[in-house]
């Protein structure tokens, strides 16, 4: 099944993390399937840990066979993809099924994790190590 068979009505949210950026699209008239990029889930996420955490969301709610999802997924490592995919699918989800919403927000899991690693500052080794000191 690729990205060309899934066709209809869709509601589309964004998902960010890190420097990544998922948008992720839930279709109406489709059979259950979870496509990346136009791969399976466990094509795109090899690890099962990674597969959960994509999963999670409908795991919470018990939304876990219902719906279709495509997913658009680009920039940075799997883990913020991962976590960006996470966050796309609990807003869509809170967006159909809105009285979801405080079951995904007691979860934590419609609040963006901003954190970004922090730049490098000239000097230093990385953005806090400093060189080793010597004596002489």
């Given at each position: 099944?690729?990205?060309?068979?899934?066709?209809?009505?869709?509601?589309?949210a964004?998902g960010?993390?890190?420097?990544s950026?998922?948008?992720?699209?839930?279709?109406?008239?489709?059979?259950?399937?979870?496509?990346?990029?136009?791969?399976n889930?466990?094509?795109?996420?090899?690890?099962?840990?990674?597969?959960?955490?994509?999963?999670?969301?409908?795991?919470?709610t018990?939304?876990?066979?219902?719906?279709?999802?495509?997913?658009?997924?680009n920039?940075?490592?799997?883990?913020?993809?991962?976590?960006?995919?996470?966050?796309?699918?609990?807003?869509?989800?809170?967006?159909i099924?809105?009285d979801?919403?405080?079951?995904?927000?007691?979860?934590?899991?419609?609040?963006?994790?901003?954190?970004?690693?922090?730049?490098?500052?000239?000097g230093?080794?990385?953005a806090?190590?400093?060189?080793?000191?010597?004596?002489?």
């Open positions: 099944m690729t990205q060309k068979t899934l066709k209809g009505q869709y509601t589309e964004i960010r993390r890190k420097s950026t998922a948008r992720v699209r839930i279709y109406s008239n489709e059979k259950e399937s979870f496509l990346i990029n136009d791969k889930l466990t094509e795109y996420f090899p690890t099962i840990t990674l597969q959960e955490k994509v999963l999670e969301p409908l795991k919470k018990n939304t876990l066979n219902k719906f279709c999802f495509s997913v658009h997924v920039g940075g490592g799997m883990t913020g993809q991962a976590d960006a995919i996470k966050l796309g699918v609990a807003r869509v989800i809170k967006q099924l809105p979801l919403k405080p079951t995904l927000k007691n979860e934590g899991l419609l609040t963006r994790d901003a954190r970004k690693v922090e730049r490098k500052k000239p230093l080794h990385k806090r190590r400093a060189p080793q000191w010597r004596k002489r």
